[in-house]
């Protein structure tokens, strides 16, 4: 066997893993099989990993078609950039799971189709302008700091609903629902805390009925660590990291 076999059975059986988990978490709550989507997390990952290990979810979903392609998710616009042309023969379907600068926003709407950190008036105001004269509009998240952490990225839970309301008016966006950066703690009843702060405020738009809130249904919510925590309080999607590619170099 290659290097490159090698490595790729190691992230197939990892990535078999993961959805096994997924769907354990998805039974053990009575939600349906195929209710969660998993995207992987590629931050440090170089595209030749990358590209393995969308190998082995094709071949994965070849062999079994129940299964949805896995999506991927890049924090900074610069790895987004530097791995997209390594990748663009395979298409995958990209998100931006990171801050993103006004600056940088035009490098990035390259490559995503979604971006799930949308955290302030003013970076949607500036995506939407650039996706006006798009044939659709870009799918965004808006990113909620449920755990009040001041390191965290996204926007605290009591401007949630107004910034999602917002974003939802906006005409080159939609709003497709809510992605948080999850509590660090060993201790499941606080993540889950703030898991379930975010289903009850996905809840609350999706009922507003507001203009443009009706499709916002995603919870993307759930690492490596406690994806099934997640998925028990409703994740559509869980985003992995470290479970398929192993441990990250520490910055
Ligand atoms: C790194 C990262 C993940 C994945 O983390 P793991 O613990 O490695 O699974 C998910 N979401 C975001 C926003 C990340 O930065």
């Known amino acids: 066997m290659t290097e490159a076999t090698d490595a790729r059975a190691l992230l197939a ?3 078999a893993a993961v959805r096994a988990r ?7 709550s009575g939600r349906p099989r195929g209710s969660v989507r998993v995207l992987l997390a ?6 030749a990993r990358v590209r393995l290990a969308l190998e082995a979810d094709r071949a994965a979903v070849d062999a079994d078609p129940s299964l949805a392609p896995v999506l991927v ?5 610069q790895e987004l950039v530097a791995k997209g042309p390594d ?58 700091n449920v755990s009040g952490e001041e390191t965290k990225h ?23 629902g809510f992605m948080t950066v999850g509590l660090r703690s060993p201790d499941a009843d606080a993540v889950g805390a703030g898991y379930a702060a975010l289903a009850a405020l996905r809840d609350d738009v ?7 809130t009706a499709e916002a249904r995603t919870l993307s919510m759930g690492m490596s660590g406690d994806l099934e925590v997640a998925v028990a309080h409703g994740a559509t999607l869980v985003r992995v990291g470290s479970a398929v590619f192993g441990a990250r170099p520490q910055p």
């Open 13 to 15: 059986d990892r990535l």
């Open 206 to 212: 999706l009922r507003s009925g507001e203009p443009g």
């Open 42 to 47: 590629t931050k440090t990952v170089d595209a």
């Open 22 to 28: 997924v769907d354990a978490a998805c039974a053990a």
């Open 87 to 144: 990748l663009a023969d395979l298409a995958p379907t990209t998100h931006l799971i990171g801050p993103l600068q006004s600056n940088k926003v035009n490098a990035a709407l390259r490559w995503v189709s979604c971006v799930e950190s949308v955290a302030s008036p003013d970076l949607a105001a500036r995506l939407s302008d650039r996706c006006t004269d798009r044939p659709a509009p870009l799918d965004v998240l808006v990113q909620v």
């Open 154 to 176: 996204g926007v605290p839970l009591g401007d949630a609903a107004a910034l999602a309301v917002d974003v939802a008016a906006l005409p080159g966006l939609r709003l497709a």
């Open 73 to 77: 998710g890049e924090n900074r616009v």
